[in-house]
């Protein structure tokens, strides 16, 4: 299992913050490698592309969101 944690210092109220990471799509442009989008709900289907010297390695990631809980918690996994 892939977990993913940090942390960001912004200026901004945890309210504004929320709102950004509940934006998938938004959020997703923040990320370099990738290149398409398409937000369903809380389903997030991606196409993500890296390069390994010269060739392009493409891969699909498709997260569905599993837990919500406001200001403190978002939890999605992958399908």
Do not use: H
């Not at 989008?37 to 890296?50: H, I, N, T």
């Not at 493409?58 to 918690?73: D, F, H």
């Amino acid at each position: 299992m892939l977990s993913l944690t940090g942390e960001v210092e912004v200026s901004c109220t945890i309210e504004e913050a929320w709102d950004l990471f509940c934006r998938f799509g938004d959020v997703a442009q923040l990320i370099p490698t990738v290149q398409d989008v398409v937000v369903d709900g809380d389903r997030v289907d991606a196409r993500v592309e890296v390069k390994l010297g010269a060739l392009p390695v493409n891969s699909r990631v498709i997260l569905e969101v599993v837990e919500r809980k406001p200001y403190s918690c978002l939890k999605a996994r992958g399908l």
